[in-house]
């Protein structure tokens, strides 16, 4: 896959975000805790079936739209493109998208033929999905599974009434996928199934590739998002998820406290200061280069290792 840069893309700083519990939030983790008449306005940035699903707050909405004027901003969701396309950031659409985990890579709306072609030939590296898929479902108990789907024939995952299911049964199903180079990942209501060539750190090395960008920031909560915010050269996490839960640190990583959707706000508050620092910074005194992958000091047991670093 060889093409020159996007136009106006070159050295300027890549911002890749999970989207669900790192930017947006539904009502259940919105976690606002102040009183209500101190709560602050929120911004609808999803609708579902006709009511409204997803919330940032109106400050991280100005935030990330200022943002994207600067930077170049890359979503990158376990969300299939169908999901993801009903979410509507603020500021013009982004170009680049990475969805279903990276197994998709969206530009302009379209999934791109050529990252699909790829990651299919990847795919053959680990079990199959049948394998995996008949595995969740035989271990899994009528009493706390609400609904099992396949997202995009890539990666499975089951919806769950969360409050019954055993505090052991994702770890023994981590171990099992572990050994047949899947990853599993517990979000809310689901419970993800993800094969480890499918990593988002891989499609945004990609967009990185293609667009001849500088550094990358990166955001995410989950165990799907520890190899982007490994990849990137400065990551946030919010204050819950499976992140904060494991205590998974690296050096470049900036743990906040904040939880729910003051999270979200926080962390765009932070990369928005990153960037100005950045610019601010003269060229002469800019540390590049891939350097060595940062050392980990809790490795999650089931993330998949990044993508390697383009040259810089
Ligand atoms: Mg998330």
Request: hydrophobic share 40%.
């Amino acid at each position: 896959m060889t093409r020159p840069p996007a136009p106006g893309t070159h050295g300027r700083t890549l911002v890749a975000s999970d989207l669900d519990r790192t930017l947006i939030y539904s009502a259940p983790a919105l976690e606002l805790t102040m009183p209500d008449a101190s709560a602050p306005r929120l911004l609808c940035v999803e609708t579902y079936e006709h009511k409204p699903l997803s919330f940032m707050t109106e400050e991280a909405a100005r935030l990330l739209a200022a943002l994207a004027d600067e930077a170049l901003f890359v979503p990158a969701t376990t969300r299939t493109p169908e999901q993801y396309l009903r979410v509507h950031p603020p500021g013009p659409p982004p170009r680049y998208a990475v969805c279903a985990n990276g197994g998709h890579l969206l530009v302009d709306g379209e999934s791109d033929p050529e990252w699909r072609e790829h990651v299919a030939g990847r795919l053959t590296e680990c079990a199959p999905l049948d394998q995996v898929r008949a595995h969740m479902l035989e271990a899994a108990r009528p009493e706390w599974l609400l609904k099992e789907r396949v997202a995009d024939g890539l990666f499975a995952y089951l919806v769950v009434e969360r409050s019954l299911l055993p505090g052991t049964w994702v770890k023994e199903l981590a171990e099992w996928a572990g050994d047949h180079g899947w990853s599993v990942s517990l979000q809310g209501r689901k419970v993800y199934a993800v094969p480890h060539p499918l990593t988002k750190s891989a499609a945004v090395a990609e967009v990185a590739r293609r667009t001849g960008t500088g550094r990358t920031l990166a955001a995410g909560d989950s165990l799907l998002d520890a190899d982007l915010l490994q990849y990137a050269d400065a990551a946030w996490r919010p204050g819950h998820g499976e992140l904060a839960d494991s205590g998974w640190a690296a050096p470049h990583l900036r743990a906040l406290a904040d939880r729910g959707v003051l999270a979200g706000e926080r962390i765009l508050h932070e990369m928005t200061a990153a960037l100005t620092e950045e610019a601010a910074t003269p060229p002469h005194s800019v540390v590049s280069g891939p350097g060595p992958a940062p050392a980990v000091s809790a490795p999650p047991p089931v993330a998949p290792s990044p993508a390697p670093r383009p040259a810089r």
